[in-house]
């Protein structure tokens, strides 16, 4: 039974460069969920897409990000004109909704991101 | 407000001993879900435990226990006997019904000193 998976683990670009992640989910799961970790604070939430229907997305999520889920399977989180302050760890999680019982997210590895 | 809230920043402790992480929790829903997490210093989280509003009861696995009282919107975590694997950040989090996004608390880093 394989986790959830994210790659790169590990960017380091240039100030104005784009990036792109990647999120490969529990093979079941119809839920993604994208979130933001800085040093220091808890993760926050930035959207989430119920197979490959983006439902929701955070304040947080500026206009220089983007986020896909092409066929409801993995997931690709963009970010163009990277700035130093984008520098965090994004963290991927998927879950099983069936009605309204919310089900436990499964966090991946996260990819640390690192803006120079 | 949906909040959770970690007042204990870090805490450190010697091999052995027992150790409660606290959490405090804010929501207007009546239906809401629970969790704690581990996050290792790999940076993955780990998923510890998930509670729902209507079942007060406290779990027990192992060494780990949690405590959930509903008049004090508090579902605090003791680790009996700790152990030096056990050093890593805990959070806290809350999903309420009518969402679907986990808040999350600031972390407590717990460090278990040999």
């Known amino acids: 039974d394989t986790g959830v998976s994210q790659n790169p683990r590990h960017k380091i670009t240039k100030r104005g460069q784009n990036v792109t992640f990647r999120c490969d989910p529990i093979?079941?799961?119809?839920?993604l969920y994208w979130y933001r970790q800085t040093l220091g604070q808890g993760p926050e939430f930035l959207t989430y897409f119920q197979n490959e229907a983006q439902l929701e997305k955070s304040r947080l999520l500026s206009d220089r990000f983007s986020a896909e889920r092409p066929k409801g399977s993995f997931s690709t989180l963009e970010i163009q004109r990277t700035e130093q302050g984008d520098s965090a760890m994004y963290l991927c999680?998927?879950?099983?909704?069936?009605?309204?019982?919310?089900?436990?997210?499964?966090f991946g590895p996260g990819t640390r991101l690192l803006v120079l | 407000a949906q909040k959770v809230t970690q007042a204990q920043t870090e805490i450190s402790v010697v091999e052995k001993e027992d150790v409660t992480l606290d959490c405090v929790y804010e929501?207007?829903?009546?239906?809401?879900?629970l969790f704690w997490y581990k996050q290792p210093p790999s940076g993955e989280l780990v998923f510890l435990i998930r509670r729902n509003s209507f079942d007060e009861q406290n779990e027990i696995s192992g060494r780990y226990s949690w405590n959930f009282q509903k008049s004090t919107s508090s579902f605090n975590f003791t680790i009996t006997a700790s152990q030096v694997v056990d050093s890593a950040v805990y959070f806290c989090?809350?999903?309420?019904?009518?969402?679907?996004?986990?808040?999350f608390g600031s972390g407590t880093r717990l460090s278990i000193r040999p």
């Open positions: 999680a998927s879950s099983l909704v069936r009605g309204a019982i919310q089900e436990t997210q499964y």
């Open positions: 929501t207007r829903d009546t239906t809401y879900y």
């Open positions: 989090a809350l999903v309420y019904s009518s969402a679907s996004k986990i808040i």
């Open positions: 093979s079941e799961h119809n839920r």
